[in-house]
């Protein structure tokens, strides 16, 4: 299934903006940078559980702010891309 | 059911393979050019060579991805999987499948449908496209003895039946073979197929396309871990890959014969690059296998959606997918195998 994931991170301390670097770094593990702080993953249920617990380990729930949007299997109907940043398509031929 | 994963094509020669955490990716002068979670593939295959990182590697035999490299030309060279992959479960299944008598019928029903299919498919286009040059008769008869040959290997109960009705297949579509030959007829014209040594022009083009073909399926299937000497349809037979024999049934008809009918019709080669032997041998000319390699690179490359997976694929793939069809098959991820078919 594709999970879109953004984030909010409050980065007016020291300690924000490592929590961002951070959150950061575990999406780039699992999916693809589509904008600034969102991210296209291409998971199953269970790499989805374990992404979910190692951002939530991360991130400070009262100042940041996670959301993950199921798009479930049938995501290439659901998803319309307009403008620079083209991405690549998981499922698709990769080929470079 | 598990998800189908992702095969990573690196054709750029000097794209250079690294890893960044989990993520795969390839440099081409320090340039990242592409970038792609490692959990969404199930192998790489680099054709031509840069380099590879060892964390690459590593990250690779970690996960079970395949990582596979193959010459330009598509000529399998080696291949690094680690330890725990799933390679000699699959290699044990093929075996096993291939010892199973219903089994193997059963896959041997699949590519040679597909082949009967794909041979019927030639002869009706050129009856389509060129009514009043042909012997529209004799075309309609071999379309349909065709089309009897496909109902009776549905029900045919053992491989030799299905080995018979194959050869059948193959007689009713070579004699027919000279009339997909629109120009330049009198030097291409083939009495039967034959080879090892082929007698005429037609048989020695024929047998070049077929081995070139023979080494894409080899390495495809080298890549994606099954044992290209294990088939189902062909029996063992020393140094005889017979596996890639049972897969090549179903492309013949469109990788070689279509290039070779083409090459034929638009004088891309003539008689006079051909020469025959003391011994009735016919070989071609130097020119005329650079002529013929240089038509099959190109080939390759064109653009096709592929039937079953309904993606746009060059040409050349084709083998790869259709391997990766079948381990997915022989580990039980897919219910049957989807064998290539071509309108």
């Given at each position: 299934m594709l999970v879109l994931i953004t984030y909010d991170v409050n980065v007016t301390t020291d300690a924000g903006k490592r929590r961002l670097r951070r959150v950061a770094k575990q999406c780039v593990n699992y999916g693809q940078r589509v904008q600034n702080s969102v991210f296209e993953c291409l998971l199953d249920p269970s790499q989805f559980a374990e992404l979910k617990h190692r951002l939530e380990e991360i991130i400070d729930a009262e100042t940041d702010s996670l959301r993950y949007y199921f798009l479930g299997n049938n995501w290439k109907n659901r998803v319309e891309h307009v403008g620079t940043k083209v991405t690549y398509d998981p499922e698709g031929v990769l080929m470079v | 059911m598990r998800r189908l994963l992702n095969t990573l094509y690196v054709t750029m020669p000097d794209a250079y393979l690294a890893c960044d955490g989990e993520n795969v990716l390839v440099k081409v002068k320090d340039e990242i050019k592409f970038r792609v979670p490692?959990?969404?593939?199930e192998s790489i295959i680099c054709f031509g060579f840069a380099g590879a990182s060892p964390k690459l590697m590593y990250l690779c035999c970690e996960r079970g991805v395949a990582l596979s490299f193959l010459t330009e030309y598509g000529k399998f060279m080696g291949r690094v999987t680690g330890g725990i992959s799933g390679n000699v479960l699959l290699r044990r299944a093929q075996y096993r499948w291939a010892d199973d008598p219903s089994i193997s019928a059963r896959l041997s029903k699949r590519f040679i449908a597909a082949k009967i299919v794909n041979s019927r498919a030639l002869l009706h286009r050129v009856l389509r496209d060129h009514k009043e040059v042909v012997d529209q008769n004799s075309l309609e008869k071999a379309l349909r003895w065709l089309a009897g040959t496909l109902d009776r290997l549905e029900k045919a109960p053992d491989g030799n039946v299905i080995r018979g009705i194959e050869g059948e297949a193959a007689q009713i579509y070579f004699s027919n073979f000279?009339?997909?030959?629109?120009?330049?007829k009198e030097n291409f014209y083939m009495e039967n197929r034959n080879r090892?040594?082929?007698?005429d022009n037609i048989n020695a083009l024929l047998s070049f396309l077929y081995t070139l073909l023979t080494h894409d399926v080899v390495a495809a299937l080298e890549s994606v871990g099954l044992?290209?000497?294990?088939g189902f349809l062909h029996r063992e037979r020393s140094g005889r890959p017979s596996l890639a024999l049972d897969v090549m049934e179903e492309l013949r008809p469109h990788f070689a014969d279509r290039l070779a009918v083409t090459l034929i019709n638009r004088k891309q080669?003539?008689?006079?690059?051909f020469i025959v032997k003391e011994n009735g041998a016919v070989i071609m000319e130097d020119e005329t296998r650079k002529e013929v390699l240089t038509a099959w690179q190109k080939r390759k490359q064109e653009e096709i959606?592929?039937?079953?997976?309904e993606e746009k694929i060059p040409l050349g793939l084709v083998p790869y997918v259709q391997a990766l069809l079948l381990a997915r098959h022989l580990r039980g991820d897919l219910e049957d195998y989807p064998p290539f078919f071509w309108k």
């Amino acid at each position: 299934m594709l999970v879109l994931i953004t984030y909010d991170v409050n980065v007016t301390t020291d300690a924000g903006k490592r929590r961002l670097r951070r959150v950061a770094k575990q999406c780039v593990n699992y999916g693809q940078r589509v904008q600034n702080s969102v991210f296209e993953c291409l998971l199953d249920p269970s790499q989805f559980a374990e992404l979910k617990h190692r951002l939530e380990e991360i991130i400070d729930a009262e100042t940041d702010s996670l959301r993950y949007y199921f798009l479930g299997n049938n995501w290439k109907n659901r998803v319309e891309h307009v403008g620079t940043k083209v991405t690549y398509d998981p499922e698709g031929v990769l080929m470079v | 059911m598990r998800r189908l994963l992702n095969t990573l094509y690196v054709t750029m020669p000097d794209a250079y393979l690294a890893c960044d955490g989990e993520n795969v990716l390839v440099k081409v002068k320090d340039e990242i050019k592409f970038r792609v979670p490692v959990h969404n593939l199930e192998s790489i295959i680099c054709f031509g060579f840069a380099g590879a990182s060892p964390k690459l590697m590593y990250l690779c035999c970690e996960r079970g991805v395949a990582l596979s490299f193959l010459t330009e030309y598509g000529k399998f060279m080696g291949r690094v999987t680690g330890g725990i992959s799933g390679n000699v479960l699959l290699r044990r299944a093929q075996y096993r499948w291939a010892d199973d008598p219903s089994i193997s019928a059963r896959l041997s029903k699949r590519f040679i449908a597909a082949k009967i299919v794909n041979s019927r498919a030639l002869l009706h286009r050129v009856l389509r496209d060129h009514k009043e040059v042909v012997d529209q008769n004799s075309l309609e008869k071999a379309l349909r003895w065709l089309a009897g040959t496909l109902d009776r290997l549905e029900k045919a109960p053992d491989g030799n039946v299905i080995r018979g009705i194959e050869g059948e297949a193959a007689q009713i579509y070579f004699s027919n073979f000279n009339q997909l030959v629109l120009s330049q007829k009198e030097n291409f014209y083939m009495e039967n197929r034959n080879r090892r040594p082929p007698t005429d022009n037609i048989n020695a083009l024929l047998s070049f396309l077929y081995t070139l073909l023979t080494h894409d399926v080899v390495a495809a299937l080298e890549s994606v871990g099954l044992d290209p000497q294990v088939g189902f349809l062909h029996r063992e037979r020393s140094g005889r890959p017979s596996l890639a024999l049972d897969v090549m049934e179903e492309l013949r008809p469109h990788f070689a014969d279509r290039l070779a009918v083409t090459l034929i019709n638009r004088k891309q080669i003539s008689a006079d690059g051909f020469i025959v032997k003391e011994n009735g041998a016919v070989i071609m000319e130097d020119e005329t296998r650079k002529e013929v390699l240089t038509a099959w690179q190109k080939r390759k490359q064109e653009e096709i959606t592929h039937p079953y997976l309904e993606e746009k694929i060059p040409l050349g793939l084709v083998p790869y997918v259709q391997a990766l069809l079948l381990a997915r098959h022989l580990r039980g991820d897919l219910e049957d195998y989807p064998p290539f078919f071509w309108k």
